[in-house]
């Protein structure tokens, strides 16, 4: 009985880490079908006084989008050392209705969420086979 409520909580747990893979890669493809390639430059990159490794970095980007310059736009680093430089060139890309708001050029995000879905659901293969066949030997 333990072994079979172990195995329905895994696979509960499976199950709604699956959805939220689904719908989180949902949300991307969408906003990267409302988005246009843009390449951008980065103006300058800030960072808090903060000592150790808890420093905090902010990354402005300038672009123009259907003839339009905008500029010192916050470009998401997630609060790390940035790879680039000031004087780079990013590609971002840049919501068709609203210009200012941009996601970044790389899809790690994306990779990163379909490779834990595909972890998931080879970890509850693998825990429902052992569980099948613990039962069959009991």
Known sequence: MKQLLKRNVFLLITLVYTIFCVVFVGFQIKARNESDPVTAVVNYVKSNNRTGDDKRYWTYITYSYKGVVYRDVHYATGGRRPKVREGHAIKIYVNREHPRKITTGEPVVLIGTLL?????????VIMEKRAWKNESVE
């Open 116 to 124: 834990f879905f595909e972890v998931a659901l080879i970890l509850a």
